[in-house]
């Protein structure tokens, strides 16, 4: 499977941007699916996700800011981001838990992230 994200930029502070993010490939199911990012000299942090159950989790720091949402159709999900800050600069990436066939596992996979830039 293969998960390509979108939407990246450069922006500036109070501004907003939409990402994307694509699965392709061999499907059956898609399970928990969100938003990761990454800052310069920082570690990989959990920003907003979909669980198993479909229930969200924002990381504190967006709250009230980002909005994640699916559609399941398309096997794709999307992030809005609002009031951006030059702190929610990073690589921001996409994640999911993928099943190929009925009754297999899922696996997990990572897109190659997009950029977004918020400059003060």
């Known amino acids: 499977v293969q998960l390509v994200e979108s939407g990246g930029g450069l922006v500036q502070a109070g501004g907003s941007l939409r990402l994307s993010c694509t699965a392709s490939g061999t499907i059956f199911s898609i399970g928990a699916m969100g938003w990761y990012r990454q800052a310069p000299g920082k570690q990989r942090e959990l920003v907003a996700t979909f669980t198993s159950t479909s229930r969200t989790n924002y990381a504190d720091s967006v709250k009230g800011r980002f909005i994640i949402s699916r559609d399941n159709a398309k096997n794709t999900v999307y992030l809005q981001m609002n009031s951006l800050k030059p702190e929610d600069t990073g690589v921001y990436y996409c994640?999911?838990?993928?099943?190929?066939?009925?009754?297999?596992?899922?696996?997990?996979?990572w897109g190659q992230g997009t950029q977004v830039t918020v400059s003060s």
């Open positions: 994640n999911a838990n993928v099943r190929y066939y009925s009754g297999a596992s899922y696996f997990n996979s």
